[in-house]
């Protein structure tokens, strides 16, 4: 009997990353000044994508026990990134207030530290293994990274001028003679981050939660309540944080939104584990038979 079987999010990883690799390459062959201007993150992203290519043919032909951990890191990343699409598409195609865009970045983050300590937390909640519990939050990020980075530059490349317009102040004060090479090194410059940036924190944001879930399955439900109501005053001066930086000079927000992404980062790692010790534990009723 074989070990295997077909693994859909596998061969989704694989298309993503042939797809991005095609639009890497198109960029800098259709805007070749991006490149002469910039061509670390044109390096960066080929090898980035390459990688995400063969992580998608190991994860193909993976057993079916790591397949069912990507599965469940998999359904959480492709949440993730249907947020994320959504959040991108908001910024480049609506004109939204400033008090509503200064909600939307910190609440994607949120969301992303959130969603990776659930890939996590479930993960070894189910298997028990703090090992599984990071493989299925790095393939959350993975998958996560994927979709946004081919979606961004797809929408980059096939709106040029609209993207020409929304990046014309930075544009202005780059020194590029050409608009559309300058939003191709923009693109690419922010595609090569994401694509090792996400799965870095999906780890590190996994890795928390994982740890606290082992930690807080042992404890008694009243020391979970007390972690608990620390931990929401810890995430409201989180968010009131990120709220003052927004008012500040940008020459004075790093401190603030520093803390700010920390205390969210804290918080949102643990709230998966935290409400798992927090909810009562079922209990069977057993009939005693006396004779």
Same mark, same amino acid.
């Given at each position: ?24 390459? +198109? ?24 990688? +995400? ?90 998958? +996560? ?67 606290? +879930? ?78």
């Amino acid at each position: 009997m074989d070990s295997t079987r077909r693994f859909v999010l596998a061969d989704a990883m694989i298309a993503i990353a042939i797809g991005g690799l095609a639009l890497v390459l +198109y960029g800098a062959i259709r805007f070749p000044a991006s490149v002469s201007a910039a061509w670390v993150p044109f390096v960066m992203s080929t090898v980035g994508l390459l990688g +995400y290519l063969i992580v998608g043919a190991f994860a193909r032909r993976a057993s079916i026990p790591i397949q069912s951990v990507l599965r469940l890191g998999g359904v959480v990343g492709l949440a993730l990134a249907a947020a994320g699409l959504l959040n991108h598409t908001l910024e480049i195609a609506v004109q939204l207030p400033s008090a509503l865009g200064a909600v939307l970045g910190p609440g994607m983050w949120g969301l992303m530290f959130l969603g990776f300590s659930i890939a996590c937390s479930s993960t070894v909640a189910r298997s028990g293994s703090l090992g599984f519990g990071l493989l299925s939050s790095a393939w959350c990020g993975l998958v +996560y990274a994927g979709v946004l980075v081919v979606f961004a530059l797809a929408v980059g490349f096939a709106f040029m001028p609209h993207m020409e317009h929304i990046l014309a102040s930075l544009y202005a004060a780059s020194g590029m003679s050409d608009p559309e090479a300058f939003v191709t090194r923009h693109l690419v410059t922010n595609a090569s981050s994401h694509i090792f940036v996400a799965p870095v924190i999906a780890l590190v944001i996994g890795a928390l939660g994982g740890l606290a +879930y082992l930690l807080l399955r042992s404890v008694r439900r009243r020391t979970a309540i007390a972690l608990s109501g620390v931990s929401v005053m810890l995430f409201i001066a989180g968010a009131m944080s990120i709220h003052v930086a927004a008012s500040l000079a940008r020459a004075q927000r790093p401190p603030f939104i520093q803390f700010g992404l920390a205390a969210l980062a804290i918080t949102l790692a643990t709230a998966h584990p935290l409400l798992v010790a927090v909810r009562p534990q079922r209990t069977v009723a057993t009939d005693r038979v006396t004779a």
